[in-house]
């Protein structure tokens, strides 16, 4: 019995999970939501599951939590107060999931007080999310005393990408002092789907050569060389490359300017468009890829226009990482879009058998993976493989605990 406990703390959430390693099977289920929400008591919630024993009854608490440190506390003592912990042996270790490593982290890391202030001294990179990331590993440290705690970054993944396909053609200052440059996200989420793609079709990783098309409500596609990240379409922050749910993906960087002398828009109104009210809610309401194709089967053409813009986008990066990457041995579609859309799968796999792609429409019909839908001839083959970024941050945990001998 390996339990690894899975923290991934947002500003105003927790969402946690113990997972066993050897069984995998999930032990712990847990979100905490409406932290700080001092409007109304009341608002706070504990929502706890206990899949692998249903003898222990669900627990849902509605009362106010005022921090994430609270929100921490009443989490583990309520679980700790079942038992199912030291039924599946104790917590062996935390991981952490982290947004922002910088250039500072390739890979996970255990958490001392000098990792954690430099989590702290990336904020301005990552002002969304590390702090809520600093605060529950501040609370799980709290709470669980003695139990190493590991951080799990989303950018170390492409720590690999190379000076000229990570620097922006922009004055050399704002790489020196604020280290503008493209980190990517979404890494863990990249580097286990080209690992498993790797081995389902039997190349050693060392010598795979894929494109990850992580399809969920956020978006992003990666040059994988030879196992490693090479390119990969998010830049300095989560808003760059493919449209996605609510964000923009690319743009022409002169609009910041343009909205500016002709609507006024402050720095404010203008990160609440780009992040929360673009993407394909922008173009149809929607951000809900069922949801869109379900108003395009009924004629709807604003949701057309948002699916077609969504599936040419990824088309262009498809286009695009092959001629980075010169030879492709497969091309690999993950997460909620990604595994459970065969129509944007499709759309963005039509028509380019001159490029030695060639979809299998049988095969390609329905949802979930792991599966190949290219054809038997296809020289690039089109892999559906689900992304378990939770069970990807606890196996990185557990490595690295060991590897620390923690
Ligand atoms: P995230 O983790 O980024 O919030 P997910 O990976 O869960 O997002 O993906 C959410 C997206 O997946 C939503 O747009 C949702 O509509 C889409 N999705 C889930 N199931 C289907 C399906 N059967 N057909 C089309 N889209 C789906």
């Known amino acids: ?44 919630k504990l929502r706890l599951r206990f899949p692998a024993n249903p003898e222990v009854a669900d627990i849902d608490i509605a009362e106010p939590v005022s921090d994430t440190a609270h929100g921490m506390e009443m989490l583990f003592r309520e679980t700790l107060a079942t038992g199912v912990l030291e039924r599946h042996g104790g917590l062996a270790c935390v991981g952490h999931r982290v947004v922002h490593g910088g250039e500072d982290f390739t890979e996970p890391t255990l958490i001392t007080d000098a990792v954690l202030e430099a989590i702290r001294r990336l904020i301005p990179l990552a002002p969304l999310h590390n702090p809520g990331n600093i605060e529950g590993i501040r609370a799980a440290m709290e709470v669980a005393p003695g139990i190493p705690q590991v951080a799990v970054f989303d950018t170390a993944f492409h720590q690999t990408i190379p000076p000229h396909a990570y620097r922006y053609a922009l004055p050399n ?30 190349i050693p990783v060392e010598d795979f050569n894929a494109i990850v098309l992580h399809l969920g ?43 500016e002398r002709n609507r006024g828009l402050s720095v404010e109104d203008y990160d609440t468009m780009l992040n929360r009210e673009s993407g394909l809610k ?92 290219s054809t038997a001839g296809s020289r690039t083959k089109v892999l559906v493989i689900p992304t378990e970024e939770e069970l990807e941050i606890a196996v990185q945990a557990q490595h690295c605990i060991e590897q620390a001998g923690a």
């Open 173 to 202: 200052v704002l790489y020196e002092d604020h280290k503008v440059r493209r980190f990517g996200f979404h890494g863990t989420s990249h580097g286990y789907v080209s690992r498993t793609a790797a081995a389902y079709l039997g």
């Open 217 to 259: 409500n956020g978006a992003s596609v990666t040059a994988i060389r030879g196992g490693q990240s090479v390119d990969t379409s998010m830049g300095l922050t989560p808003l760059e490359g493919l449209m996605m749910g609510t964000r923009s993906g690319d743009i022409d960087p002169a609009l910041p300017l343009f909205l």
């Open 282 to 373: 922008g173009i149809c309401g929607d951000n809900d890829m069922r949801a869109i194709e379900e108003r395009m089967e009924a004629g709807d053409e604003s949701a057309k226009l948002a699916f077609d813009m969504f599936a040419y986008r990824a088309r262009k990066y498809l286009g695009a990482y092959m001629a980075v990457l010169g030879r492709v041995d497969a091309v690999v579609f993950t997460a909620g879009i990604g595994e459970n859309s065969p129509a944007v799968r499709e759309a963005i796999c039509s028509g380019l058998d001159p490029l030695g792609i060639t979809l299998d429409a049988g095969r390609n019909a329905g949802r979930g993976g792991p599966k190949e839908i």
């Open 1 to 44: 019995m390996t339990l690894i406990a899975i923290v991934n703390c947002g500003s105003s959430s927790i969402k946690f999970r113990a997972l066993d390693l050897d069984t995998r099977e999930n032990v712990v289920d847990a979100l905490v939501e409406g932290i700080g929400d001092s409007i109304g008591a009341g608002t706070g």
